[in-house]
């Protein structure tokens, strides 16, 4: 096999996104670096409150290399109670206040699934990307307010919500129903001018570990699709738990996996631990120009 041949199997992606006149190359991965402005986040380390601990986590983000950070204030672990959209609000305009502020250049993202955030931190804090766990199946308002906003929007798939998707989770085909499920939505969101999508399985939404582990060696069949993947697996609990372990030990665990999400061709990797991913794409780059050589 041909090096050329052989490098196909690993990352390769031509998309470019256009983020309020930024441009986000998607050639080679890169890292979305996470801020939870939340009480309640499944992993403590990545909560932060308070103005000092957000600057310095943004901060943190980009200096180790992070291309995207993502700003959520509404927790979605499995069970959780959703905070009323005026409180989601509050803490998210405290958080955009900060980045915008003292990284002005910075290319930021807000995970949320409710159309009226997202409009307001579109307008009011120029934020770059949308990040909805839902794909617009929780706010019906999201897919319109996105195709006026004209910003790159993150579909993530999920069965059911946040309060009972583990409930038991169940698919015929969990491959074949996610791949129909992102064919169909791009197809709504072209039909509407919404044309930089973004993908996320949506690991540990509405999944059982096996499901996740399915997805995960299955993940370079949605590259047909030809629009990113974003892979969310960081310190999850279908990581740990195999492990007999807690969130705050399955680190190692999850470069193995992101590992593995980059050779199925993964274009972002959202992670709680920045630098550790960034040596995870550069040193799975150097194997892929050793392969070019071959």
Same mark, same amino acid.
């Given at each position: ?51 000092? #601990? @957000? ?7 980009? !200096? ?7 700003? =959520?204030?509404?927790? %979605? ?107 169909? #939505? @791009? ?7 919404? !044309? ?7 690991? =540990?939404?509405?999944? %059982? ?86």
């Amino acid at each position: 096999m041909h090096g050329m041949e052989k490098v196909k199997s690993f990352f390769t992606s031509t998309h470019t996104l256009s983020c309020k006149g930024k441009l986000l190359d998607l050639s080679t991965p890169k890292v979305m670096g996470i801020i939870n402005v939340t009480r309640n986040s499944f992993y403590s380390g990545s909560q932060f409150r308070g103005k000092h #601990r @957000i600057y310095r986590r943004a901060k943190e983000i980009l !200096n180790q290399g992070g291309s995207i950070i993502d700003i =959520g204030a509404c927790s %979605t672990r499995p069970g959780s109670s959703p905070v009323s959209e005026a409180e989601e609000m509050k803490q998210l305009a405290k958080a955009l206040t900060i980045v915008r502020k003292h990284f002005p250049e910075a290319i930021v993202s807000v995970d949320t699934y409710r159309s009226g955030v997202a409009k307001t931190v579109v307008e009011d804090f120029k934020v770059d990307l949308i990040n909805d766990i839902s794909a617009g199946n929780m706010d019906k308002q999201m897919h319109n307010t996105i195709a006026k906003l004209n910003v790159p929007y993150i579909a993530m798939h999920m069965k059911g919500t946040p309060q009972n998707m583990q409930d038991n989770p169940w698919y015929d085909d969990v491959i074949k129903e996610l791949f129909s499920f992102f064919a169909n #939505r @791009i197809n709504e969101l072209n039909l509407m001018g919404i !044309n930089d999508i973004l993908i996320d399985p949506g690991f =540990g939404f509405g999944k %059982t570990i096996e499901h996740n582990y399915r997805i995960l060696s299955n993940l370079d069949s949605f590259r047909v699709l030809n629009t990113p993947i974003v892979v969310g697996l960081s310190r999850k609990s279908f990581i740990y738990k195999p492990l007999n372990q807690a969130s705050e030990d399955a680190l190692n665990g999850t470069s193995v996996l992101n590992t593995i999400a980059l050779l199925k061709g993964a274009a972002i990797l959202r992670v709680h631990d920045v630098k550790e991913a960034m040596e995870t794409i550069k040193l799975v780059s150097i194997a892929q120009q050793q392969l070019i050589k071959e």
